[in-house]
């Protein structure tokens, strides 16, 4: 029997204790930071709120995966604070964290060197750690080497997407659109800047960087292929749409649209024609002329692209009265229509 038991007891001995996901510490950000110097790490925060959806949710899947804790535990003092409680109010004024969730790396003296905004995956969530300790990848490095001058095309793409992680996005734009300015025209096609080209948050409508594609889209087909070219030509022109819709944002207004659209006929890419059809159908809807309203959507309805639709529901549901048939003609028509369509699909399975 003392055998059995010294076998079971050498057994569990050897069983590997597994994390259980991230370890947060209940102090403030002084004692976190003390004890960072302590055990020279670097500091994590979890800045979230207590009616956030997406904080709920990176505490409930991410923060918990055996991964994501054994990186962060190994390498940080890692702290959540309620932005809205105790000192939340005044460190989040200090940090200037204006999303949920927002993830900062500090240093132990309270400097920031990464923020991350935004739900984030828990492989993408520890590569953003590792950027925060890298030295030359955080975005505190990013930031001072791109202002002391440097403009290495793969430092200069690491700091925009480090602005966008960190939801700086007019940063981001300013600093895409003043590199692309100092480029010759022989270095501005090619691999190498093709994901700052990709990013349509960046190199947007009406952007040089989207300008010049367009203007020179064979050589672009020739360099990184046609279809994915195309992609990205839609991705652009459909966020353009979205923003047109959107209150004038990003300068884009409704009165360009049929400017635009007329541009976008022109440009030889796949996709053109649902994003045409797409564009008429809103300026209609927008009119809210039902007879034009009511024969886009017969004659186009089925080549409108998933996105398509779902940019025109904010549209239909502003408020109370957006399907009232009195002041909302064409909306209220484009229901009935929405309605028709889902029961004939269901009918027929599709």
Same mark, same amino acid.
């Given at each position: ?6 076998? /079971?007891?050498?057994? =569990? ?25 302590? +055990? ?28 994501? &804790? ?13 932005? +809205?409680?105790? %000192?939340?109010?005044? /460190? ?13 790396? @500090? ?20 590569? !953003? ?17 791109? %202002?002391?001058? %440097? ?22 734009? +300013?600093?895409?659109? &003043? ?30 960087? /989207? ?14 292929? *046609?279809? $994915?070219?195309?992609?990205? @030509?839609? #991705? ?25 659209? +007329? ?7 796949? &996709? ?7 564009? #008429? ?10 007879? *034009? ?8 309805? *089925?080549?409108?692209?998933?996105? &398509?639709?779902?940019?025109? /529901?904010? @549209?239909?549901? !502003? ?7 009195? $002041? ?5 028509? =484009? ?7 889902? !029961? ?5 399975? %599709?």
């Amino acid at each position: 029997m003392k055998k059995i038991f010294l076998i /079971l007891g050498m057994m =569990l001995v050897a069983i590997p204790v597994f994390s259980q996901g991230i370890t947060f510490d209940d102090i403030s950000l002084g004692e976190g930071l003390e004890k960072a110097r302590r +055990e020279n790490k670097l500091v994590f925060i979890d800045c979230y709120t207590s009616w956030c959806g997406p904080c709920k949710l990176l505490a409930e899947r991410v923060f918990t995966q055996n991964e994501v &804790g054994d990186f962060f535990n190994a390498n940080f003092i890692n702290l959540k604070i309620d932005m +809205e409680k105790g %000192e939340g109010p005044e /460190l989040a004024e200090r940090f200037s964290v204006k999303a949920y969730p927002t993830m900062l790396i @500090l240093d132990a003296n309270g400097n920031v060197r990464h923020k991350i905004v935004g739900y984030t995956e828990g492989p993408e969530l520890i590569a !953003q750690g590792r950027d925060g300790m890298d030295d030359s990848r955080s975005f505190s490095a990013l930031a001072q080497a791109y %202002e002391s001058g %440097e403009r290495d095309p793969a430092m200069v793409e690491r700091y925009i997407i480090a602005l966008l992680k960190g939801s700086e996005k007019e940063k981001a734009k +300013e600093v895409a659109d &003043g590199f692309f300015a100092t480029l010759a025209d022989e270095h501005k096609t090619g691999p190498a800047l093709w994901p700052i080209y990709a990013n349509v948050t960046v190199a947007n409508w009406g952007s040089p960087w /989207l300008v010049y594609l367009i203007d020179n889209k064979h050589s672009f087909d020739e360099a990184m292929g *046609r279809e $994915t070219v195309d992609d990205l @030509l839609y #991705e652009a022109a459909t966020s353009m749409f979205t923003d047109a819709m959107f209150f004038n944002r990003e300068g884009v207004s409704m009165a360009m649209l049929p400017e635009i659209t +007329e541009t976008i006929r022109k440009i030889d890419f796949e &996709g053109r024609d649902k994003v045409v059809a797409e564009a #008429e159908f809103t300026m209609a809807l927008m009119a809210q002329d039902v007879e *034009r309203t009511v024969d886009l959507f017969e004659k186009y309805g *089925r080549r409108f692209s998933n996105k &398509g639709i779902m940019n025109l /529901l904010p @549209l239909m549901i !502003q408020n109370k009265e957006s399907t009232n048939p009195e $002041t909302h003609p064409a909306t209220a028509a =484009l229901v009935k229509l929405i309605e028709k369509t889902m !029961q004939e699909g269901a009918q027929s399975g %599709e």
